[in-house]
């Protein structure tokens, strides 16, 4: 079950650092300067608000980073609930092990 569960946590990094990337790519577009390097959710969402499109390649594309920015924050609650199942695996194959 570990295992299983590690494997899924790898995943959902991978996934979380693969959207990121494409948010930061959107940003730089959208934003002089660009965004910070370690870009959080919250940090996004108000990048996000201060951004006036002009043209309606830029709508889409602050279109596009609100969009990743739910998948963000989406796989931040993914991750959390995988973190939190690991350590009830882990407390629980600890409890089988001191069972008499």
Same mark, same amino acid.
Do not use: N, W, Y
């Given at each position: 079950? =570990?295992?299983l569960l590690s494997d899924r946590h790898r995943d959902l990094v991978s996934l979380r650092t693969q959207t990121v990337c494409r948010l930061h790519v959107l940003l730089r577009e959208l +934003?002089?300067?660009g !965004?910070? &390097?370690r870009l959080r959710a919250d940090r996004a969402a108000v990048l996000l608000r201060r951004v006036r499109p002009t043209s309606p390649v %830029? &709508? %889409?594309r602050k279109r596009l980073a609100q969009d /990743? =920015? &739910?998948d963000i924050r989406r796989l931040d609650r993914d991750l959390g609930d995988v973190r939190a199942r690991i350590? !009830?695996? +882990?407390a629980?194959?600890?409890? /089988?092990?001191h069972t008499p």
């Open positions: 079950m =570990l295992r +934003i002089p300067g !965004a910070p &390097v %830029e &709508v %889409e /990743l =920015l &739910v350590t !009830a695996a +882990i629980a194959s600890r409890a /089988l092990k």
